[in-house]
Antibody
Framework: EVQLVESGGGLVQPGGSVRLSCAPS????????MTWVRQAPGKGLEWVGY????????VYLDSVKDRFTISRDNAKNTLYLQMNSLRVEDTAVYYC?????????WGQGTLVTVSS | ENVLTQTPGTLSLSPGERATLSCRAS???????LAWFQQKPGQAPRLLIY???NRAAGIPDRFSGSGSGTDFTLTISRLEPEDFAVYYC?????????FGQGTQLEIK
């Protein structure tokens, strides 16, 4: 069974940093593109970016491009989202998603709250 | 950026009725790479339709997708109580990937 478990969310101050992790299981992680999607409280879904299987290609939403970094460690079977210079508007549930086109498998998400 | 606009914002119907949800793109969606998701409170989105008209595995046949180019439709033929939720369309034919703002399907 495919599972994706996010962790690392919490309360962070504006301007601060946080690193989210996603632990996949039930499939060969190193062969899949992976995506992050976020959802602000009570709002719709917003694509954040994706990474290719070997980590050499990454594409980002413009509003996060110079602040967020998606990376992966295939040896440790983990996907990351490093978030720097956080803003109040980055407050959201962040979902880890398998694939970058047809996305069947989503994690349950981890909440990041940016507030002073 | 390919902006997706969903209508209506809220749809109030009764179980057993037919639901028609619309998604209009600001640019042609490459290869009709358009998906529909269902989301219930506190849950992750669930893929219903991909490639505009292909049902994902395990999705009941009362859900169907149609359309091409810039205009797409999700139809639920006979609403079941568990179908009341928020529905999103998403295009995955270009970057940035974009979602519609959602249609809230509520019980009348």
């Amino acid at each position: 069974e495919v599972q994706l478990v996010e962790s690392g969310g919490g309360l962070v101050q504006p301007g601060g940093s946080v690193r989210l992790s996603c632990a996949p299981s039930g499939f060969s992680f190193s062969t899949y593109w992976m995506t992050w999607v976020r959802q602000a409280p009570g709002k719709g879904l917003e694509w954040v970016g994706y990474i290719n299987p070997d980590g050499s290609e990454r594409v980002y939403l413009d509003s996060v491009k110079d602040r967020f970094t998606i990376s992966r460690d295939n040896a440790k079977n983990t996907l990351y989202l490093q978030m720097n210079s956080l803003r109040v508007e980055d407050t959201a549930v962040y979902y880890c998603v398998r694939g970058h086109t047809v996305t069947v498998h989503w994690g349950q998400g981890t909440l990041v709250t940016v507030s002073s | 950026e390919n902006v997706l606009t969903q209508t209506p914002g809220t749809l109030s119907l009764s179980p057993g009725e037919r639901a028609t949800l619309s998604c209009r793109a600001s640019q042609r969606v490459y290869m009709n790479f358009l998906a529909w998701f269902q989301q219930k409170p506190g849950q992750a989105p669930r893929l219903l339709i991909y490639g505009a008209s292909n049902r994902a595995a395990g999705i009941p046949d009362r859900f169907s997708g149609s359309g091409s180019g810039t205009d797409f439709t999700l139809t639920i033929s006979r609403l079941e109580p568990e179908d009341f939720a928020v529905y999103y369309c998403q295009q995955y034919g270009s970057t940035p990937r974009t979602f519609g703002q959602g249609t809230q399907l509520e019980i009348k």
